[in-house]
């Protein structure tokens, strides 16, 4: 991290396009970055997440949150991040507000 954050704060934020399902393709480069909905839709997020770090949920020092019908996701600090702190996340646990 280039900035600190504390548990709470928005550390990345991005917009999300939406689509059905079915139009993925399987074992697309699409398939291995979407967020499955439930509806029948899908999304794909314009932010960095690629970029971060997975491990477990106990080590994990941000967490997804997919605010659907806002039209964005976003990265929440779940404890204090010094600058210098490599940002760390769990796929299987977002956060779906709305």
């Known amino acids: 991290s280039k ?4 548990k709470g704060d928005v550390v990345m934020s991005a917009p999300i ?23 029948g839709t899908a999304f794909l997020c314009f932010d960095y ?9 106990d080590k994990c020092n941000i967490q997804a949150q997919w605010r659907i019908k806002d039209g964005y996701s976003e990265f929440v600090a779940t404890k204090d991040i010094k600058i210098g702190e490599e940002l760390f996340q769990s796929y299987s ?6």
Do not use: A, C, M
Not at 17 to 39: A, H, M, T, W
Not at 49 to 57: A, E, F, K
Not at 93 to 98: A, D, G, H, L, M
């Open 3 to 6: 900035r600190e954050f504390k």
């Open 17 to 39: 396009v939406r689509f059905p399902i079915n139009e993925l393709k399987p074992k697309s480069v699409l398939s291995q970055y979407y967020g499955n909905i439930g509806d």
């Open 49 to 57: 997440q690629g970029l971060l770090n997975t491990t477990s949920h």
């Open 93 to 98: 646990q977002p956060n779906k507000i709305n």
